[in-house]
């Protein structure tokens, strides 16, 4: 029996243009690399580990929404909101994980010149990618399932139908990325392409961070729809249509629930189909046209720029080395695609806060007596502290680590100024124009000094949290380790879960405003605290580094022991 | 064995390799030579079916790269200059991954693995991770790699990079003893004495284009040289190498004052 079913599946992956031998052999060597990829030097940051975590955030999110909503909704909202989550999750990762699974031209390196069909190629990495959805969406969607039985409309049947049709949801979103990376690297090179997909990421990460307030605006509007006995407005979202999937699956053979089901498997069966068919067909082509990506051309900077731009790292830099390592970091904020898509999204949270202070009506100036708090422009300042956790989590990692030799063989004595200029890279180069794009936002509703008084508070915050993260750093030189698969996923994740502890500064900001001199007072304080707390943190970073090169130093000398 | 007709690849509007055409009989050793970015290491991409051509034709052991490529590509061996290795892998590990991708029998597979890596003197290591090989150890399971499926066609890129002088000596020996048993070699390198000593014949490729193919003696003759190093440099117009030496030593050299 067993034979007969393997038999059959390398006969239909043969008709489908895949090597089954290669296929399984390709695969497992994949799926090993990513479990093997561990940098001895960065605590057990391995991709099983980073994986794990992950599963277990998501799943614990997803346990604690269905716990709020199990009770209150019906089961196809209950359904709609877990399958929007899980979709845009999935998408999310994907785009932000995943893009050297799809599309890797170092593999093709390794793998151009064997005799791999690109089917085969495309079926693995597919195959590969598949393995972590499958993962990810059981995390997002095994708590989810098991409570909707005991919903306010419970049916006993319901974690057996939705689950599945959630991970296809996740399938389907995660095939919709896929086509997205294949339509894009038909069009531009490989340089572009990247650049491409960091825009479209950071838009995206828009649509996560602020689609939900879309979602949470269009609930009542649904429901308002659902009574009135049309849901067709859901229609033109892809969850909606999974929704309607899951109502069929328990039975409820209305009229637009199996027109959703009916568009939602025609869709999933036309992403797959199209993944597998006209872009797989073309896999080695597009990755040749990656091989053929040229150096992309910059522009030298005008001589007068040049001189600005020596005069700041002279006013800010004092040693050589906080020189160098304020250019190199510099340099890179610009140029590394990951910190671009990771962190530059925050320069334009301020517009869209104010976007949403409009929408609450609740952007009065909190400084005027007898007004509240708006915490919209709480929530603006915030950014900035966020953006410190991200940049500190993304701080080790770089495509480009293995340059990180430099920093072995060059004499950096004074590894405490080298962090100071690391940070103050940072601070120049983000903080500071975030906070003055804050400024300018909220003078359109205050009064220009009580807006950028805020925004100094808020760089003041953020530079007391820049002290408190570097306090934490694990050492090593920026940008000197392997990015691995779903690691940085797991740092977001975790800077995530620290949200609510931005509470207690709410509640801080809350009581300085309603003192004339409070900001004032505040001001000075965390400028006094922040300015301790980094010293402090370049002279552990400093410590944590130096012991980081001496075990490292330890393994080579060990290494040329042995041999 | 080889047969190039106008290959071309143009990036961006650049002409890397323009034209070219050539012709290698089995047997044969070819050393392809050029000064960097003259577009050597874009030929032996377009000839391995990595890189598509923009123009041109390409047919190895008869078969037509671009129709059948994976044909062409089970008779071929290819040593790459850069990369080429899962680091995460042991070196038992990928030889065996190389091996099942040409779907060798797993005896076969085991013996030749085995074997290989014992002549190289890797035996002792062939369970550890090839992050902890150096260089010359990659570059010899690299070599391990493209030998093992027994191919007609041998494309070289840099191969001696790393290898110490006994591996060179051993290398050299045995694409020697490969060419007499029929098997066609095709060398890319910046190290002409070796080139010389190797190869029974020499194409020189300047910015994209063929300036000279023939024997090391034809060459030398034609130009009236007395060795492959200066038939190169007056082919490559590279003969201001000593004044640009001067320069660069009087730069470092003023930094000291």
């Known amino acids: 029996m067993r034979h007969r079913l393997l038999a059959l599946l390398e006969h239909g992956a043969r008709r489908l243009g895949i090597d089954p031998h290669q296929y399984w052999h390709l695969l497992r060597v994949s799926l090993l690399l990513d479990f093997r990829r561990q940098n001895a030097l960065s605590s057990g940051q391995s991709t099983p580990s980073a994986l794990l975590t992950t599963c277990l955030v998501y799943g614990i999110f997803s346990l604690l929404l269905a716990l709020f909503t199990f009770r209150v909704l019906d089961l196809f909202h209950y359904s709609l909101i877990f399958l929007s989550y899980s979709m845009l999750m999935i998408a999310f990762i994907v785009l932000s994980e995943f893009g050297a699974t799809i599309v890797s031209p170092d593999d093709y390196e390794i793998l151009g010149h064997r005799p791999i069909t690109s089917r085969t190629y495309f079926a693995v990495k597919l195959s590969n990618l598949l393995f972590y959805i499958l993962m990810i969406g059981s995390a997002l969607n095994v708590f989810p399932a098991f409570l909707g039985a005991f919903s306010e409309s419970a049916e006993r049947l319901f974690p057996l139908i939705y689950f599945p049709v959630a991970l296809l949801a996740c399938l389907f979103s995660a095939m919709l990325v896929v086509l997205l990376y294949g339509a894009l690297l038909r069009v531009i090179n490989y340089e572009k392409f990247k650049d491409a997909l960091v825009y479209v990421q950071i838009a995206f990460s828009f649509l996560v961070l602020f689609g939900y307030q879309v979602i949470l605006r269009a609930m009542p509007y649904w429901e308002q729809e659902a009574t009135a006995g049309s849901r067709r407005a859901i229609l033109i979202m892809p969850p909606g249509w999974f929704a309607g999937l899951v109502q069929v699956g328990l039975g409820h053979w209305e009229r637009d629930f199996v027109l959703w089901a009916g568009w939602s498997m025609l869709m999933t069966g036309f992403l797959v189909g199209a993944g597998l068919r006209s872009f797989s067909l073309e896999y080695s082509f597009h990755l040749a046209r990656l091989r053929a990506a040229t150096a992309e051309r910059r522009r030298a900077r005008s001589p007068f720029r040049r001189r600005m731009a020596r005069a700041l790292e002279r006013l800010l830099a004092r040693s050589p080395e906080e020189r160098a390592a304020f250019y190199f970091v510099r340099r890179m904020l610009r140029r590394d695609r990951t910190l671009k898509l990771r962190l530059y999204p925050a320069l334009g949270f301020p517009i869209a806060f104010v976007v949403l202070g409009i929408l609450e009506k609740g952007l009065t100036d909190p400084f005027l007596p007898s007004k509240r708090f708006p915490s919209v422009a709480f929530f603006m300042v915030l950014v900035g502290p966020l953006l410190v956790l991200n940049f500190h989590a993304l701080l080790p990692y770089s495509s480009e680590h293995a340059a990180a030799w430099l920093f072995r063989v060059t004499p950096v004595r004074d590894l405490v100024r080298f962090f100071a200029g690391v940070k103050k890279a940072f601070l120049v180069a983000l903080i500071l124009p975030l906070f003055l794009l804050i400024g300018a936002a909220l003078s359109w509703f205050w009064t220009p000094w009580h807006a950028f008084l805020h925004a100094a508070l808020g760089f003041a915050l953020s530079y007391i949290f820049l002290g408190i993260a570097f306090l934490f750093y694990r050492g090593g030189f920026p940008f000197s380790q392997e990015p691995m698969k779903m690691t940085q996923t797991r740092q977001m994740t975790l800077t995530f879960l620290c949200l609510p502890l931005f509470g207690a500064f709410f509640f801080l900001f809350y009581m300085l405003y309603k003192y004339a001199e409070g900001p004032f007072l505040?001001?000075?304080?965390?400028?006094?605290l922040g300015w301790i707390l980094n010293r402090a943190a370049d002279q552990r970073a400093a410590r944590a580094t130096r012991a980081q090169q001496e075990l490292e130093g330890g393994v080579l000398e060990w290494f040329d022991d042995l041999s | 064995m080889i047969e190039v007709v106008n290959l071309?690849?143009?990036?961006?509007?650049?002409?890397?390799?323009?034209?070219?055409?050539?012709?290698?009989?089995?047997?044969?050793?070819?050393?392809?030579?050029?000064?960097?970015?003259?577009?050597?290491?874009?030929?032996v991409k377009m000839l391995t079916g990595i890189l598509r051509p923009t123009e041109g034709s390409i047919a190895i052991d008869g078969l037509d790269l671009l129709k059948d490529p994976i044909e062409v590509k089970r008779r071929i061996g290819y040593v790459p200059e850069t990369g080429g290795l899962y680091e995460s892998l042991t070196a038992y590990e990928y030889l065996h991954l190389v091996g099942r991708l040409y779907h060798l029998p797993e005896e076969v597979l085991d013996h030749r693995v085995e074997e290989f890596l014992k002549l190289f003197g890797l035996q002792s290591f062939m369970h550890e991770r090839l992050s902890s090989y150096s260089k010359g150890m990659k570059q010899k399971v690299l070599i391990s790699a493209a030998l093992l499926h027994n191919p007609k066609v041998l494309f070289l890129d840099e191969p001696l990079t790393g290898l110490d002088a006994h591996s060179a000596l051993l290398l050299k020996e045995l694409l020697r003893r490969l060419a007499a048993e029929g098997k066609t070699i095709f060398y890319c390198s910046h190290i002409l004495d070796v080139v010389e000593r190797t190869c029974t014949r020499v194409i020189i490729i300047h910015k994209g284009r063929i300036v000279a193919d023939g024997t090391v003696e034809q060459l030398k003759e034609l130009t009236r040289q007395g060795t492959l190093e200066d038939v190169f440099k007056q082919l490559t117009y590279s003969s201001d190498i000593e004044e640009l030496a001067q320069a660069f030593a009087r730069s470092i050299l003023g930094m000291e004052g």
């Open chain 2, 8 to 43: 071309t690849k143009q990036y961006d509007g650049v002409l890397a390799v323009d034209h070219i055409s050539f012709t290698i009989a089995q047997g044969e050793i070819v050393g392809y030579l050029g000064p960097n970015g003259a577009g050597k290491s874009t030929t």
């Open chain 1, 522 to 528: 505040a001001l000075g304080l965390f400028l006094l």
